[in-house]
Structure formats: C-alpha cells, structure tokens
C-alpha cells in the first residue's frame, strides 16, 4: 500500500538553529500538507500546497515557516530559527487529486525536539 | 470558530463490547467528517470519512454525523484488543481544493482481552 514518508524520525536541533524537514508523499497525490502535533495536544493544521504554492496557512504557520517542493518527489518544511516552543511532532500528509482531498495519508512523524 | 470538541478519555473497554465515540462541533460550515485512528509515535490512518449527514458502515465501524445537533459518533462493535490506539474526529470546511482538517483532542481506547 502507497505510504507517505517522513525523515528523519527524530530529530534534536539548538535553539535558533533551522531545520529541514523531509516528506515523500504518495506518488500520484497533488495536495500536500504539514501539520504539527505538540505532546498531548491537539493535530493542528500548518499549511496546504497544490500546484507549487500555498493553499492555505494557519496562524501557526508565520514567517519562520516555509514549505517547498524542490522536485517531483519530496516537500519539504524548513522551520529558519528554532524555538523551545517548535517541539513537536510533524507530520506531512498527502491527499489525491480526485475531489477527496478531505481525508489525506499521513506519514509517521518527525519528532522535532529543541534543546 | 473552527472547534471540535472531543472527550479525551481514557476509556477501557472488555473484548467484545461495543465502544461509542463521540465528538461535538462548533462551526456549521463543517462538511466532511473523518474519523482516524492513531497508535503511539504514529500518524493519524484515516477509519471513515462522511460528507454532510447520516451514516457510513465499514465493517465492524459505523460512522454517524447529525448535522442538526454538530453531533459526530464512531461505534466499534465486537472491540478487539488490536483496536487500542487513540481515536480523532476531524473536520473539514468544503473549500472547493485542499481542505484543512480541524481534529479533536483524541479519545484513548484500551480493548482489555
């Protein structure tokens, strides 16, 4: 069965420091989104892209944030300086292009801790 | 208001039994209605999806959406202990492209054998 996949799995970065996120979403998918997980809270939407650009973005997701699809196959998240408060777990999601873009596939996470 | 309230358990249940989940909704422009099931360290893997109201069955799973009441229910019968994992009601606005999904907190289930 098609898979989204997300690497690395955890990673741990320094405060202010920026990171790179990596998403591989399911081959034939044309809608993207990230969305992140802090423990014991809530999934919140960050953002969703189609056709190279931004869909649309949550409160979340402010200048620190930026999301690119840099080939055919990967979507990336760069979060530019890290906060305390950006640990979380994120997770990249990937939809079909056939009117059902409600449901989406999730990957299994990155693991963000900032130390 | 984009909010979906959710009881977030825990809720232990004997094998076999059958398990009610339920979350309530604010805003009525919601239109699709999804149900994902979420083990430790893993992502949300989507269950049921429904657009407006009434019920979808899938297998032992039943979806329910009372619009009327922003009522949203997931029925589990004859629980399994393989159904234990965090379940999460989520929502959608119909923006005519790629929809946001607003969840609830998530309900822990324990299917005890």
């Known amino acids: 069965e098609p898979e989204v996949t997300q690497t690395p799995s955890h990673q741990v970065t320094q405060m202010g420091q920026e990171v790179i996120l990596r998403c591989v979403p399911i081959s034939n998918h044309l809608y993207f989104y990230w969305y992140r997980q802090i423990l014991g809270q809530k999934v919140e939407f960050l953002v969703s892209?189609?056709?190279?650009?931004?869909?649309?973005k949550s409160e979340i997701f402010d200048d620190q944030f930026s999301v690119e699809r840099p080939d055919g196959s990967n979507f990336t998240l760069k979060i530019r300086s890290t906060k305390l408060e950006d640990s979380a777990m994120y997770f990249c999601a990937s939809s079909d292009p056939t009117g059902t873009g409600t449901s989406g596939t999730f990957g299994s996470g990155t693991r963000l801790t900032v130390v | 208001q984009k909010e979906v309230e959710q009881d977030p358990g825990p809720l232990s249940v004997p094998e076999g039994a059958i398990v009610s989940l339920n979350c309530t909704y604010s805003n009525s422009a919601f239109q699709y209605f999804m149900w994902y099931r979420q083990y430790s360290r893993k992502g949300p893997e989507l269950l049921m999806y429904t657009y407006s109201s009434g019920n979808k069955e899938d297998g032992r799973f039943t979806a329910q959406v009372d619009k009327s009441s922003k009522y949203i229910s997931l029925f589990i019968r004859d629980s399994q202990p393989s159904d234990s994992a965090t379940y999460l009601c989520a929502t959608a606005i119909s923006s005519g492209s790629a929809r946001q999904l607003t969840f609830g907190s998530g309900t822990q289930l324990t299917v005890l054998p």
């Open positions: 892209f189609y056709n190279n650009e931004i869909s649309e």
